[in-house]
C-alpha cells in the first residue's frame, strides 16, 4: 500500500528525487519500471502491473463510441512514458508532463493506494483546499462506499 504526502523540488533538468519510502515500491517493481502519464492536474506514477490493467480497460468496444472516454483514453494513454529511478534515486520527468501539471520547483508525492500522483505544490495546495471547502460532501461520497 503506497500513502503519505512528501514534499521535493524538481531539478533543472526535470529530475526529482523519489522519497526514500516510494522508492521501496519502484524498486520492488520488475526492473524498478513503472509508468509516468498526466491525469486530472497531476501525475500518476504506476507500477507497471496496475499500468496493465489501466490499458485494460481502456482497451472496450465502448471507449471508440463514448466520445468522452474515447478522449480521456487519448489523453492518458498517448501521454504515458516508461519511467525508471536512476542510480540516486531520482526519475525524469519530460517538460510536457511538467507542464501539463504546472510543476514549477516544488512538488508533491502523494501515494494513493496502488499509485502514486506527483503534483505541483501550488496545484496541490489549491486543490487541497478545494477538499477541504466539499469536506461534508466527501464525507458523504466515502459512506456511499461504505467506508
Known amino acids: 500500500m503506497i500513502n503519505g504526502q512528501y514534499f ?4 533543472d533538468k526535470g529530475r526529482i528525487t523519489v522519497p526514500a519510502k516510494l522508492r521501496e515500491v519502484i524498486e520492488g517493481t520488475s526492473e524498478n519500471q513503472m509508468k509516468l502519464s498526466f491525469f486530472d492536474k497531476s501525475l500518476i506514477l504506476c507500477p507497471i502491473p496496475m499500468w496493465l490493467l489501466i490499458e485494460e480497460e481502456f482497451s472496450g468496444e465502448k471507449l471508440f463510441v463514448e466520445k468522452r472516454l474515447k478522449y480521456l483514453r487519448r489523453h492518458l494513454i498517448s501521454a504515458a512514458v516508461d519511467c525508471s529511478l536512476d542510480s540516486l534515486g531520482r526519475i525524469f520527468v519530460p517538460g510536457n508532463l511538467r507542464e501539463s501539471a504546472e510543476m514549477k520547483k516544488d512538488v508533491v508525492f502523494v501515494g494513493m493506494g496502488g499509485f502514486i500522483e506527483i503534483w505541483g505544490k501550488e496545484r496541490f495546495m489549491q486543490d487541497q483546499k478545494e ?10 461520497a466515502s459512506s456511499n462506499l461504505g467506508i
Open 8 to 11: 521535493h523540488t524538481i531539478d
Open 131 to 140: 477538499a477541504g471547502a466539499l469536506m461534508s460532501e466527501l464525507g458523504e
